[in-house]
T-cell receptor
Framework: GEDVEQSLFLSVREGDSSVINCTYT??????LYWYKQEPGAGLQLLTY?????DMKQDQRLTVLLNKKDKHLSLRIADTQTGDSAIYFC???????????FGSGTRLSIRP | EAGVAQSPRYKIIEKRQSVAFWCNPI?????LYWYQQILGQGPKLLIQ????????DSQLPKDRFSAERLKGVDSTLKIQPAKLEDSAVYLC?????????????FGPGTRLTVL
């Protein structure tokens, strides 16, 4: 089965970069997603990376994938108060419509 | 495009009572999911529908939980009778079937408190 490990908490100063790390166990994952959950809300897809890529950039977001080490990271540049949320990195297998969420990383922003 | 709708947003009941949640997915989305999210944890899949058929209900406590998706559109999730440990946010999500990748669109959730 697929499983992920993430740090539970991260605190960053406003304007700095945030880096959220994720380690997954199943190397057959074809797509790796980053979902964001703001307080009191459902989850929304932030970005995703295909397993044959090692980097993807989307405005302030940079996703890095190290398949050898099964390590995924999300970098948020110029972190803002609106980035305060829980971030999840659930993988899924090709064609699989089921994704499994870990506990997520709670990002808090300090002034 | 309208998002996933859920109701009610909040529900407080006493243990052993029954409760039902409703979900209206995004129009055209064949796949519908119900998740349970306990405070401090990630969402746990309870049941997945493809149109009106069940794809996965392996983690649904079938002695007390039931779900249906009549006509392959709206869905209801019922708990009968509720226990204290059922206190959680119940999230509904939907996605297109046959996508290259699986982006799930989530509703705002129903927060259930069992006293």
């Amino acid at each position: 089965g697929e499983d992920v490990e993430q740090s539970l908490f991260l605190s960053v100063r406003e304007g700095d970069s945030s880096v959220i790390n994720c380690t997954y166990t199943d190397s057959s994952s074809t797509y790796l997603y980053w979902y964001k959950q703001e307080p009191g809300a459902g989850l929304q897809l932030l970005t995703y990376i295909f397993s044959n890529m090692d980097m993807k950039q989307d405005q302030r977001l940079t996703v890095l994938l190290n398949k050898k080490d099964k390590h995924l990271s999300l970098r948020i540049a110029d972190t803002q108060t609106g980035d305060s949320a829980i971030y999840f990195c659930p993988p899924s297998s090709k064609g699989a419509s089921k994704i499994i969420f870990g506990s997520g990383t709670r990002l808090s922003i300090r002034p | 495009e309208a998002g996933v709708a859920q109701s009610p947003r909040y529900k407080i009941i006493e243990k052993r009572q029954s409760v039902a949640f409703w979900c209206n997915p995004i129009s055209g989305h064949a796949t519908l999911y119900w998740y349970q999210q306990i405070l401090g944890q990630g969402p746990k899949l309870l049941i997945q529908f493809q149109n009106n058929g069940v794809v996965d209900d392996s983690q649904l406590p079938k002695d007390r939980f039931s779900a249906e998706r009549l006509k392959g559109v709206d869905s209801t999730l019922k708990i009968q009778p509720a226990k204290l440990e059922d206190s959680a946010v119940y999230l509904c999500a939907s996605s297109l079937a046959g996508q290259l990748y699986n982006e799930q669109f989530f509703g705002p959730g129903t927060r259930l408190t069992v006293l």
